[in-house]
């Protein structure tokens, strides 16, 4: 899902941190063993998430999309000492590999991982507020997730929705479902006067938005 040029995508994943072990061998993972490897967050973007995070230092992370772990890792890189992330994944079939992605960090501790429809599990938590939501799950919820959540956010706080260029198909003459969904999410977005936003032309679009 990479809208930049690979060269120069090539040039940043060569000019910023290096991968992290543990996260070279859950990208292997992930490509060998399961379907759509491609919605792996990947060296560059997992390290623009993992400075994000380190840049905020939150006690308190929700993640809307674990798929196998990547982000997810990157995100708990910048937790506070005694900080949790509240993950949720609706697929319990990647529980095992997950467990063992996990597995292989050190901050497997400050990690919750939760199972079902996120919508659910959100009305579930017992925690009142977050430092940073990333959203990255079935993108014709993304507004749907983004309303539950605004309240639990505080202010100042980060809520990150991947996904938001849509391979380029945003900004051009694209009508399908899926692209007219986003197109409505980034419009509603930059009218919201509740938050202040910008898209990172990073990976397939990162939507930042801060909370007033």
Request: aromatic share 6%; with cysteine.
């Amino acid at each position: 899902m990479e809208i930049l040029d690979g060269d120069l995508q090539t040039y940043l994943d060569n000019h910023c941190e290096p991968e992290p072990e543990a996260l070279q061998t859950i990208n292997r993972e992930t490509y060998l063993k399961v379907l759509k490897p491609n919605m792996l967050s990947g060296h560059y973007q997992g390290r623009v998430l993992s400075m994000l995070s380190k840049m905020m230092q939150p006690k308190r992370i929700l993640e809307i999309g674990t798929f196998t772990g990547y982000a997810t890792i990157c995100l708990a890189e910048g937790l506070t000492e005694d900080g949790l992330i509240h993950t949720i994944e609706v697929n319990r079939e990647l529980e095992e590999m997950l467990k063992t992605h996990f597995s292989l960090t050190n901050v497997e501790k400050k990690i919750r991982l939760h199972f079902g429809a996120a919508e659910q599990v959100i009305a579930s938590l017992d925690e009142k507020s977050f430092d940073i939501v990333f959203i990255d799950a079935d993108k014709k919820n993304n507004l749907l997730y983004f309303e539950l959540i605004l309240n639990k956010v505080r202010s100042g706080g980060l809520i990150i929705i991947d996904n938001v260029l849509w391979k380029g198909k945003v900004y051009g003459n694209e009508n399908d479902a899926d692209t007219v969904n986003i197109r409505k999410l980034n419009d509603q977005i930059a009218a919201d006067t509740r938050v202040e936003k910008l898209i990172l032309p990073v990976r397939d679009g990162l939507l930042l938005i801060q909370k007033k």
